[in-house]
């Protein structure tokens, strides 16, 4: 049986080496590798943690490491910075668990010859105090608030420097989960009590056939979603179709459309109508007809179409 921070340092070398979509990745690791749903949610946890935290975890490391990141072997990179921020943001894990998994992990990978690097760097993050920038430079809010440069940049020309350290505080928070409800199979009410049944909890919004739901591990083990009763989407993408007000027999165009959360929710209102949903890549495509699939959605057409280019064929 594979290991959480295993899995999680190899999801996340895989997409900072090969710039893979984050979800997808977690999400094909997670079948590939046999663990307890446990160990899944401190993948989950470690794996995101580390991305959203990127910026500030490369501080500490560069604080502690002459030689470039872009030189240290990919998957102790990996190893490295799960561990700082296990170390760093993950109060339930003790320090000496999170040295002594990193450096067991290098140990049995290829890149064995730096266990005693990845040791000697972690104990010394652990004995050695750095403060983070404090200042209203862009560096400094990029490094304390785990934000790209260019990202700050814009946000203080268009806001001023309070707003974008508010902003960017909020946004190191943990996102709530919003679920629409598949109006198709279920109702808002029923899906409450049945997700209860499965010792979930879900609470209503004030936003119709939405739910915030407080899900531990993967969404994807939880029964209700494997039987297609709902699907995942922020609210910010269900208004967005809610603006569109979609009448029944409807036809809708979807021309950037993976992984299709939006295609799903106008098929709720144009039940009758037809919805054709577009992306560049054929994987992405087959990303939304698995949904659909799920969902139980008849509705809705593919094509792997590119939304720069004219294409006739869509039709009215």
């Not at 080496?17 to 984050?22: D, V």
């Not at 002459?66 to 894990?93: C, E, G, S």
Request: hydrophobic share 45%.
């Amino acid at each position: 049986m594979s290991n959480a921070r295993y899995v999680a340092a190899l999801a996340l070398n895989k997409v900072t080496q090969e710039a893979a979509y984050s979800n997808l990745v977690l999400n094909n690791m997670l079948e590939e590798h046999s663990i307890s749903a446990e160990d899944k949610a401190l993948c989950t946890a470690i794996f995101y943690g580390t991305l959203d935290r990127m910026v500030t975890v490369d501080f500490y490391l560069k604080k502690l490491i002459k030689t470039p990141l872009k030189k240290i072997k990919p998957f102790t990179l990996a190893v490295l910075r799960t561990a700082v921020f296990q170390i760093k943001y993950l109060n339930k894990i003790p320090n000496s668990a999170a040295v002594d998994e990193a450096v067991k992990l290098v140990k049995k990978s290829k890149e064995n010859f730096n266990a005693s690097f990845v040791n000697a760097v972690l104990r010394n993050l652990i004995r050695t105090e750095i403060p983070l920038p404090n200042g209203n430079s862009i560096y400094d809010i990029s490094v304390a608030y785990s934000c790209p440069e260019w990202i700050v940049s814009a946000l203080i020309k268009d806001y001023g420097v309070a707003f974008t350290k508010e902003f960017l505080s909020n946004a190191l928070l943990p996102p709530p989960i919003f679920i629409r409800v598949n109006t198709r199979k279920t109702g808002t009410q029923e899906l409450i009590e049945t997700l209860k049944k499965q010792n979930i909890n879900a609470s209503k919004t004030e936003f119709e056939n939405t739910l915030i739901l407080e899900a531990p591990g993967s969404v994807e083990d939880i029964k209700a979603y494997k039987d297609g009763l709902f699907f995942v989407q922020d609210m910010s993408c269900q208004r967005a179709v809610e603006m569109l007000d979609i009448k029944e027999n409807s036809r809708v165009l979807d021309i950037c459309a993976a992984p299709g959360g939006k295609s799903f929710s106008a098929a709720m209102y144009a039940s009758i109508g037809e919805i054709v949903s577009c992306d560049l890549y054929p994987q992405r495509v087959n990303l939304i007809n698995s949904g659909a699939k799920r969902l139980f959605i008849e509705n809705i057409k593919t094509a792997v179409a590119d939304a720069t280019v004219h294409n006739k064929d869509l039709g009215r």
